[in-house]
């Protein structure tokens, strides 16, 4: 059964509204996540904790990540995790991710680093340079995001581009770690 809140989230993800939208638990982080997956044509970038919980485990966004990736070899998804678990390497997704090498790039945040908003730890999803996702309480999975705002997305863009491609910041992933 499909909830309100999937519903909005559909339409807000396919139309061209320009609409901050507000994601409160991990469920709804699903949903997001989903909307987020099926309108990406091109990248998803991502600062998460471990990926080790409800989320990267959910049957449907596997599938929504499994679809994004084989829709076309030039699509990416990059992780830079910073709480990175080497047990993800052996998850359903992580084994999904370890066999798409060309398109997805996985990096950690060196020593106890990671992304900060208003002095907090903080989660951020960017797509195509359209949309976004920031997570604010990454306990209670609070988030606020939108689809289309070319604007902000190209901050968050920039803030993602220079904690993963610098080596000053993350680190590669080493696939041999996998527990």
């Known amino acids: 059964m499909i909830t309100e809140y999937e519903k909005e989230i559909k339409e807000l993800a ?5 609409e901050v939208f507000y994601n409160s638990s991990e469920q709804h982080a699903v949903v ?7 309108n990406a044509r091109n990248y998803v970038h991502t600062i998460c904790g ?12 596997i599938g929504n990540v499994k679809n994004f990736l084989a ?4 699509r990416e998804f990059h992780l830079l995790f910073d709480a990175y ?5 052996n998850t359903e997704l ?8 060309n398109q997805v790039k996985l990096r950690k945040f060196k020593g106890n680093g990671y992304l900060q908003f208003k002095d907090k730890r903080a989660h951020l999803t960017v797509s195509d340079n359209r949309a976004y996702r920031l997570e604010t309480n990454v306990v ?3 988030a606020f995001g939108n689809f289309n705002d070319e604007e ?20 590669p992933i080493i696939i041999n770690d996998a527990a």
């Open 14 to 18: 396919r139309g061209p509204k320009n």
């Open 71 to 74: 829709g076309d070899t030039q």
């Open 152 to 171: 902000k997305t190209k901050i968050f863009d920039d803030v993602f581009k220079l904690y993963f491609y610098s080596d000053f910041y993350s680190e």
């Open 32 to 38: 997001v996540f989903k909307s987020l997956f099926e």
């Open 94 to 101: 992580g084994k999904l991710l370890l066999s798409n090498t």
């Open 50 to 61: 471990d990926f080790c919980g409800e989320l990267s485990s959910n049957p449907e966004f």
């Open 85 to 89: 678990n080497p047990k993800f390497l």
């Open 140 to 142: 209670d999975k609070m």
